[in-house]
T-cell receptor, first 113, second 113 residues
């Protein structure tokens, strides 16, 4: 158990809908990262937050957004969902802004029908 | 420049064998190279990581070999066991900078009993 928690574990929704994925980092970790894992794209970095501020952006679609709250939990919002958004979404956390050791949560499996 | 190339895509070894997974990168600014192990339905778990100032690092049955001039690194699993059957990902990152991980495409390892 990495200490990173993610909810929900599974999510099934329809195209065009909006969902929110939640992540709680390990105790004491200030950085949160979001990754998408799909069969054809592998593990892709989406976005990083450090202590409430956006730190880095990857290949995150404009339909996706994220934020990190004062208690350091983070939410990833996915809107106008498309079939191609079906994937595993992982959150990872690290102690510092420099993500040398990132610890991954169990993931949320999103299925868009 | 941002890619990490991982091979082989899949690997089958007998129990006790030494599977070797290779990764190559191009961006010389990368200075942190972790390996992750992922079981089906689980998040990636950090196995071992190396920085370019050393050529080898061992943790238990897992060894990373690093060749800075060739921009390659590899994971060796000594005395492999059926419980090691999983997907292994290499990654590259920068200790300073955006800190995001660039992941390899993964190697599915099966260790036969």
């Amino acid at each position: 158990d990495s200490g990173v928690t993610q909810t929900p574990k599974h999510l099934i929704t329809a195209t065009g809908q909006r969902v929110t994925l939640r992540c709680s980092p390990r105790s004491g970790d200030l950085s949160v990262y979001w990754y998408q894992q799909s069969l054809d794209q592998g593990l892709q970095f989406l976005i990083q937050y450090y202590n409430g501020e956006e730190r880095a952006k990857g290949n995150i679609l404009e339909r996706f957004s994220a934020q990190q709250f004062p208690d350091l939990h983070s939410e990833l919002n996915l809107s106008s969902l498309e079939l191609g958004d079906s994937a595993l979404y992982f959150c990872a956390s690290s102690a510092l802004a420099g993500g040398n050791e990132q610890y991954f949560g169990p993931g949320t499996r999103l299925t868009v029908t | 420049q941002q890619q990490v190339k991982q091979s082989p895509q899949s690997l089958i070894v007998q129990k006790g064998g030494i599977p070797i997974i290779n990764c190559a990168y191009e961006n010389t600014a990368f200075d942190y190279f972790p390996w992750y192990q992922q079981f089906p339905g689980k998040g990636p778990a950090l196995l071992i990581a190396i920085r370019p100032d050393v050529s080898e690092k061992k943790e238990g049955r897992f060894t990373i070999s690093f060749n800075k001039s060739a921009k390659q690194f590899s994971l060796h699993i000594m005395d492999s066991q059926p419980g090691d059957s999983a997907t292994y990902f290499c990654a590259a990152s920068m200790i300073s900078g955006t800190y995001k991980y660039i992941f390899g495409t993964g190697t599915r390892l099966k260790v036969l009993a």
